[in-house]
């Protein structure tokens, strides 16, 4: 197997908020991908002394240990043991119950021999590609389905949106979610690669156009996760003063990718 990760922060000088690792057991049958994309809080506090990047490592680090040591566990389990050992640690003076409490998306892809099981919550993106070149994307698209006019400040997202009925769903601190998670199973025959992606590095597709899924595998593949990465950025900044495709958003995310070729 080869990898290929990447991961920048939006800016030099400001911390990473999203985490990728890539598990191989002693064993050497199977392994497991995970990636999160750690939700930047607003100003305003978050009823949380520990930080974004912080709880993904935390996280990410959990969701990693259980998904090769339980491999008895479905991925919505594994993913509620994690949630609940990161609660856990920072419940003694924190306010989990904060709405901005520290949270994040979830990716996660664990393979052995006979089959590839896959979760998603929130937008992140992980694509499935077989051996025949056809690409397939998963993903929690409950973010996207939301009337754009709802979406109009943070403040509203917080407190109607976020972890809510009617809205989608993130890792925060209640190990509940992780049945609101988009779950399967596909056989690991025909399967060639998995490459994950947070929606720092999605914009490739989803805001600029630059492509289908099926053309963001062969970029990578053909020229490397920092490849995408780069071509991002350098669409980012041509749009900086234009705003054409980025509108209001931030004009510069997070960008992580992670390339398995099984």
Known sequence: MRTDL????????????????????????????????????????????????????????????????????????????????????????????????????????????????????????????????????????????????RLRSAAVVDVTLRNKEGGFWTAAADPRVAGRAVTGVVPRRGVRSLTALTDGATRWVEVFGRGGWADVVTLVRERGAAALVAEVRALEAADATARAFLGPSKTHDDATVAHLHL
């Open 6 to 149: 990447v991961s920048e922060p939006s800016e030099l000088g400001f911390p990473n908020e999203d985490f990728v690792s890539v598990g191989l057991p002693a064993s050497g049958l199977g392994g497991a991908l995970v990636m999160l994309d750690g939700v930047t809080p607003p100003r305003g506090g978050t009823g949380c002394v520990h930080s974004v990047p912080w709880f993904t490592a935390r996280l990410g680090g959990a969701l990693t240990e259980l998904s090769l040591s339980r491999r008895d566990l479905p991925l919505t389990e594994v993913l509620a043991g994690a949630i609940g050992r990161t609660a856990a640690a920072h419940a003694d003076g924190c306010d989990l119950s904060h709405p901005r409490t520290p949270q994040a998306t979830v990716v996660v892809a664990r393979w052995d021999a006979e089959t590839v099981e896959h979760l998603a919550l929130a937008d992140s993106v992980l694509l499935i590609e077989r051996d025949g070149g056809e690409v397939t994307a998963h993903t929690d698209d409950r973010l996207a389905r939301i009337p754009r006019e």
